[in-house]
């Protein structure tokens, strides 16, 4: 399934979407201008971008900063999380550390310290 059409001309501000496109090898339709172009974006600025679902981006940077969110986002069918309990004493201690920031936070197997605010030279 396409993930949209990306409206795109010669005009040199229509490059990095395009590129970033082939980059990511998305499944991006690379139209011209057409009647779909004329009737979503009034103001005929270029490049455009609409999703799947009508979805309408404009502006160049706009849209170099959403494409590559199609190749790192997470697959939320498969995530797995579960909702804090408040009557479970390991999701309370969770919790209240969050907000006081008195133990040291466990990544990857590692303790680091919380910073406190402090400047670290």
Do not use: H
């Amino acid at each position: 399934m396409s993930l949209g059409t990306l409206y795109a001309t010669q005009q040199i501000r229509s490059l990095p979407a395009k590129a970033l496109a082939k980059y990511f090898n998305l499944d991006i339709k690379i139209s011209d201008k057409d009647a779909a172009y004329e009737k979503n974006f009034p103001l005929n600025k270029i490049p455009a971008f609409i999703g799947p679902k009508g979805f309408t981006l404009t502006e160049v940077i706009a849209i170099c900063l959403y494409f590559p969110a199609f190749d790192v986002a997470p697959d939320w069918e498969s995530y797995e999380f579960t909702k804090l309990d408040a009557s479970k004493e390991e999701d309370k201690k969770f919790f209240d550390n969050m907000l006081a920031w008195d133990e040291p936070v466990v990544i990857n197997g590692e303790k680091r310290e919380i910073s406190d605010g402090k400047v670290f030279k």
